[in-house]
């Protein structure tokens, strides 16, 4: 059974850090890109950042460049989102996600983990 | 980036009744779209990927279609588990994603 468990969050003041995990489990998880989404309370979707399986390639959505960092270690199956600088528009809760994709055909984000939140607040 | 525009912002539907959902890309994303679903309290599940494959596990009365920048959501005859929030999502851009805004289905 497919399951990723995320940790790590909490409440931290602004211009603080946080490091969130997700530990994988049942499936082959140097096989898959991974990704961080959020959701702000009460609000919608909101796609953080993506790794490659190899941990070679790292995309951000614009609002945490430079100060979001993803990483995975496929020896602990584990994916991590270190979060320097802290705003308040930072919190929600925060998801991992595992997808395939492939230059034959995708499929985005069909395990999820069951989040995780932070609160940014002083 | 692509914006992606769902409607209606929520959506009343009888039990039984069929419910159609939008989703508008702001240029084309192929068939490289998504659907999800969300109870609350709960994390988000994929329903629908490549505009009309149905995910793992998924039931029969769930339906998408469309390519380019009109998509649609078809569930045929709503359930109670249904009534939930759905969102569309667009990975033509891989590894660049954006999600709509979600659409709110609720029970009438």
């Known amino acids: 059974e497919v399951q990723l468990v995320e940790s790590g969050g909490g409440l931290v003041q602004p211009g603080g850090s946080l490091r969130l995990s997700c530990a994988a489990s049942g499936f082959t998880f140097s096989s898959y890109w991974m990704s961080w989404v959020r959701q702000a309370p009460g609000k919608g979707l909101e796609w953080v950042a993506n790794i490659k399986q190899d941990g070679s390639e790292k995309y951000y959505v614009d609002s945490v460049k430079g100060r979001f960092t993803i990483s995975r270690d496929n020896a602990k199956n584990s994916l991590y989102l270190q979060m320097n600088s802290l705003r308040a528009e930072d919190t929600a809760v925060y998801y991992c996600?595992?997808?395939?994709?492939?230059?034959?055909?995708?499929?985005?984000?069909?395990?999820w983990g069951q989040g995780t939140l932070v609160t940014v607040s002083s | 980036e692509i914006v992606m525009t769902q409607s209606p912002a929520t959506l009343s539907v009888s039990p039984g009744e069929r419910a159609t959902l939008s989703c508008r890309a702001s240029q084309s994303v192929s068939s490289n779209l998504a659907w999800y679903q969300q109870k609350p309290g709960q994390a988000p599940r994929l329903l629908i990927y490549g505009a009309s494959t149905r995910a793992t596990g998924i039931p029969a009365r769930f339906s998408g279609s469309g390519s380019g920048t009109e998509f649609t959501l078809t569930i045929s005859s709503l359930q109670s588990e249904d009534f939930a929030v759905y969102y569309c999502?667009?990975?033509?851009?891989?590894?660049?994603?954006?999600f709509g805004q979600g659409t709110k289905l609720e029970i009438k």
């Open positions: 999502q667009q990975y033509n851009n891989w590894p660049s994603v954006t």
């Open positions: 996600a595992r997808s395939s994709i492939y230059s034959y055909g995708s499929i985005p984000f069909d395990y």
